[in-house]
């Protein structure tokens, strides 16, 4: 993908993050030039989100700010702990996050071509990795990269769970620390009467 311009950096990622629930002081002028951000530094900064073209893989980017505890949440975000993301973005363990990304989108599709899972497609090219050479250093690699791409997937998957499992209990509005289990005015089973 061939580098954009400097000029369309700032305007066009600045409305894709938006979009996506950030503030939208972050991209003030004033506000990065305070910070000590030219609109160079800032476009240069920015430029590692652009073969984000997806708006679902730029959110799974910006995620990872708050997986790493750059920021609580996208709206909450301030402009400070966003301009340090994005400087991780490029140490070596925030390119790694990088190309978990990449590979997980290129994963996706060709599961949904063969019509099998992420983890499916993973074991399937894990498999292809002849015997003699699964000991090479790329190969190894690879299947670390892979394993951590599973363990974020089935992470995603407990939270997800767990979402959902909170979601039969309610808050007692006077202490929120404390959860009552869902049940009928009246207490027991809805049946208890029949």
Known sequence: MPRPPLRRVIPTMSNRITNLGFPANIFNAVTYL?????????????????????????????????????????????PEEFYSFLKYLRTPQGQYELRKITVLETLEE???????????????????????????????????????????????????????????FDCDKGNPNELKENVPDGGGSSNAGL
């Not at 959110?59 to 920021?71: A, D, E, M």
Request: glycine residues 2%; charged residues 25%; aromatic residues 10%.
């Open 34 to 78: 305070l910070a000590g951000y030219t609109d160079k530094d800032l476009a240069s900064l920015l430029r590692i989100l652009w073969p984000f073209t997806d708006d679902q893989n730029l959110k799974r980017v910006l995620l990872v700010g708050v997986k790493f505890n750059f920021f609580t949440s996208f709206t909450n975000c301030q």
């Open 110 to 168: 060709n599961a949904a071509y063969h019509g099998v899972t992420v983890h499916e497609m993973v074991s399937i090219d894990l498999a292809k990795i002849p015997v003699s050479d699964s000991m090479k250093r790329k190969n190894k690699n690879r299947k670390k990269l892979y394993e951590d791409i599973i363990a974020d997937l089935e992470n995603d998957q407990l939270k997800f769970s767990d979402q959902q499992a909170l979601a039969s």
